[in-house]
């Protein structure tokens, strides 16, 4: 039974250039959130989805960033246009419904805009 | 609007030491408290949460008490391992329909043998 899978673990890119972060819930989970991780702060929420529905995206930045969540395949979280302050670690997680107690964090995605 | 606070890492002791890791909160009502563990390299795992006041949590050796009055949740464990190196978060969530984590900035714990 695996976890929630997050990939590409590392991923790297020039200003200017988009980048697409994906991530698989555990099976039998509908409900997906994405948290961000700045360098030497706590995670902060950014948006919550069920499949096909977006549910909550008041922690999402207003221009730039997007998510998905379609009815086959993983979420995508897509930062269009990168800047260096998007470097941060963005982590997903996943649960089976709305009680959140039973969030599963996936290992995260460690972006570097250079 | 609601926050958490931990206090600031590294906390560096040696194995078999007693470790208490500072969390209060500032929330409107009753939130329910949790504290995550971050392994390097890896997620966030839930280590142990409490839901209403004087409640605790505990799980692997680690505990925390909700104290309403004092607003705290602070995580206790007597003796550490070096397997216990780790982040440590301490985060709130309002209990009323779907409500996002708000988490502390993380505690860094160091371990040495």
């Known amino acids: 039974n695996a976890g929630v899978m997050q990939n590409p673990r590392h991923l790297v890119r020039r200003r200017g250039q988009e980048a697409r972060l994906r991530c698989s819930p555990m099976k039998g989970h509908s409900h997906v959130y994405w948290y961000r991780q700045l360098p030497e702060e706590g995670l902060k929420f950014m948006v919550y989805?069920?499949?096909?529905?977006?549910?909550?995206e008041s922690g999402m930045p207003k221009e730039r960033f997007s998510a998905e969540f379609p009815k086959e395949g993983p979420s995508i979280l897509r930062i269009q246009q990168v800047v260096r302050g998007d470097s941060a670690a963005y982590f997903c997680a996943s649960s089976p419904g709305t009680d959140n107690y039973g969030y599963t964090f996936g290992s995260g995605t460690r972006l570097t805009v250079v | 609007g609601d926050s958490v606070t931990q206090m600031e890492g590294p906390v560096t002791l040696s194995e078999e030491a007693f470790l208490t890791i500072n969390c209060t909160y500032t929330?409107?009502?009753?939130?329910?408290l949790f504290w995550y563990v971050q392994y390097p390299g890896e997620g966030l795992q839930l280590l142990l949460k409490a839901t209403k006041a004087d409640d605790k949590g505990s799980n692997k050796g680690f505990e925390a008490t909700y104290r309403k009055e004092t607003t705290s949740f602070h995580l206790e464990k007597g003796s550490v391992q070096v397997s216990d190196s780790a982040v440590y978060f301490c985060?709130?969530?309002?209990?009323?329909?779907?409500?996002?984590?708000?988490f502390g900035t993380g505690t860094r714990l160091l371990v040495s043998p």
């Open positions: 985060a709130l969530r309002r209990n009323t329909g779907f409500q996002k984590l708000v």
């Open positions: 929330a409107t009502g009753y939130p329910s």
């Open positions: 989805l069920q499949k096909e529905n977006i549910i909550d």
